[in-house]
Nanobody
Framework: QVQLVESGGGSVQAGGPLRLSCKASGFRFVFSSYCMAWFRQAPGKEREGVAVISRGNSIWYVDSVKGRFTVSRHNANHTISLQMNVLKPEDSAMYYC?????????????????????WGQGTQVTVSS
């Protein structure tokens, strides 16, 4: 079955780094044809797009993480990663990996949670001040 499995979350002090990974399996189409994304959701808040990456490594970031987070994908291994540096307490949230078959669409236009149909179970990131 279609599955996304995240790993790498944890607790860190403000200013520190964390690296998240997401492994995909069971996709109907070749992995590289999927738009891949990271979202996050803090308690009481809506799920927010953090980064989107296309098959050709075109990338979108939400303004609040630009210059601190780096998303990458490894099509041969069916994985994406999110390197998070200079973490802030406001980055604390459950982080989710998401996938959507591009079908010719521009992945960078798919930045809302409702644009994605495949989701991982999430990994918690907690940043203490």
């Amino acid at each position: 079955q279609v599955q996304l499995v995240e790993s790498g979350g944890g607790s860190v002090q403000a200013g520190g780094p964390l690296r998240l990974s997401c492994k995909a399996s069971g996709f109907r189409f070749v992995f590289s044809s999927y738009c891949m994304a990271w979202f996050r959701q803090a308690p009481g808040k809506e799920r927010e797009g953090v980064a989107v990456i296309s098959r050709g490594n075109s990338i979108w970031y939400v303004d609040s993480v630009k210059g601190r987070f780096t998303v990458s994908r490894h099509n041969a291994n069916h994985t994406i990663s999110l390197q998070m540096n200079v973490l802030k307490p406001e980055d604390s949230a459950m982080y989710y990996c998401a996938a959507e078959f591009s079908g010719g669409r521009d992945c960078l236009s798919l930045t809302a949670a409702t644009d994605y149909s495949v989701w991982g179970q999430g990994t918690q990131v907690t940043v203490s001040s």
